[in-house]
């Protein structure tokens, strides 16, 4: 018997609807969401079921296995809680959280359950994280020096709920990368708020009074610093979402743009009789894209097409986070299947938000280093 999937949300969750149909441990994909019109545009679209409008209603459903939430922010501490109490393996999508208290929360309700938790950072699953970290996996970079993360975003127009948002409560895109390729945590943060965000654009009732954050992030075992931008607000430059890496040796810059390939610097030794070491500039290679996913998935990490079976016409399907969400999906699903810990278990996940959540606590005590809590068990 596969595996039957709610998909709770259907905004950026619609995405994932296909991903769970085309993959071959999936039985079932249910969809779950309060605006009834929408849901049934996707259910008709894709070939669904009917389907529910409240998450509650999902769980009191016996042939659900698995739910991958993607409600707004504010809601996925409630309902990774509540769908944890009932049984139900758990995706979110990032934050996990966005207090100390809701990540511990979390944490006490997976622990011991047995139950699959993964937290859906799509930052680590993406093309050129995964050429980094075969680069950094071969000891091509010597020792780093350098990291840059950063994610800037402009939330004029989105719904209320985004208005004011902390910019470090959304910090793990710009931060998973450089914990994950180093298998570190965060030991300590210290962050300044920049900027003085319009009191037009504090309407969703946060305490934050900045656009931008900057925050330096010192981790354990590691003479790197981790130096993360996040700007949501009154910050006039495209969508970047992104990070860049410099060792001894080499070096990775990008623009954070899916649309925009990565580049190497290799540093070489300095021209006979010049000083300072020459820096080579070249196109980062794509490492394979669909590796290590089942045939019927890899197309999805390109854009592309699909009519599955029962759906009334074609449908693209965009490959946007450098074709991470096949990998993600393949990941959840395949740790139920292998009844394993999920690569982004709730310690691991808590691990990765904690620190932007402490840094936003910094910002607001003028840049005060802050030390962020040790998940491990
Ligand atoms: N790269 C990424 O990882 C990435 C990218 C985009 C969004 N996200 C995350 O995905 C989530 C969803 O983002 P979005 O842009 O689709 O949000 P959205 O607000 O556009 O859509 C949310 C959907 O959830 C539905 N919904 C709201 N409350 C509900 C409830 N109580 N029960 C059932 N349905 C409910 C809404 O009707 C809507 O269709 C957010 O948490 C966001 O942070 C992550």
């Not at 309902?79 to 979110?92: D, E, P, Q, T, Y």
């Amino acid at each position: 018997m596969g595996v039957t999937v709610a998909v709770v949300g259907l905004g950026f969750g619609r995405d994932f609807v296909p991903l769970y149909r085309s993959h071959p441990a999936v039985d079932r994909v249910v969809p779950v969401d309060s605006d009834r019109e929408r849901r049934a545009r996707v259910s008709e679209e894709f070939a669904l079921e009917a389907g529910y409008d409240d998450l509650s209603s999902a769980l009191d459903d016996p042939t659900i296995d698995a739910v991958h939430i993607l409600t707004p922010v504010a809601t996925h501490a409630d309902f990774v809680v509540a769908a944890l109490r009932a049984g139900k393996h758990v995706a979110c999508a990032v934050p996990m959280a966005t207090s100390l208290d809701d990540l511990t929360r979390i944490i006490a309700e997976h622990d011991g359950s047995g139950l699959v938790y993964m937290m859906m950072e799509t930052a680590v699953y993406g093309r050129e994280f995964r050429m980094v970290d075969e680069l950094v996996s071969a000891g091509r970079f010597g020792a780093l020096t350098m990291y840059r993360g950063f994610h800037i975003q402009n939330l004029d127009g989105f719904p209320a709920y985004w208005q004011g948002f902390p910019p470090m409560h959304y910090a793990t895109h710009a931060l998973s990368p450089v914990l994950a390729l180093l298998d570190t945590t965060v030991e300590s943060v210290r962050c300044l708020g920049a900027g003085r965000l319009d009191e037009k654009r504090r309407t969703g009732g946060f305490d934050n009074p900045f656009p931008a954050e900057i925050a330096l992030f010192r981790l354990h075992g590691h003479d790197l610093v981790a130096d993360v931008t996040m700007a949501f607000s009154q910050t006039a430059h495209p969508y970047a979402e992104g990070f860049s890496l410099a060792g001894e040796h080499l070096g990775f810059d990008w623009a954070g743009d899916d649309a925009v390939e990565g580049v190497l610097h290799r540093m070489e030794p300095p021209a006979p009789g010049e000083r300072g070491n020459r820096v080579v500039v070249e196109p980062a290679p794509t490492s394979s894209r669909g590796a290590g996913l089942p045939p019927s998935l890899a197309g999805f990490t390109v854009d592309t097409e699909v009519q599955l079976d029962g759906m009334p016409r074609p449908v693209s399907v965009g490959a946007s986070h450098g074709g991470s969400h096949p990998h993600l999906v393949h990941e959840f699903i395949s740790s139920i299947v292998e009844r394993r810990a999920s690569r982004i278990d709730s310690r691991v996940a808590a691990a990765w938000t904690a620190p932007g959540i402490v840094a936003h606590q910094s910002a607001l005590a003028d840049g005060a280093e802050r030390a962020v809590p040790d998940y491990s068990k």
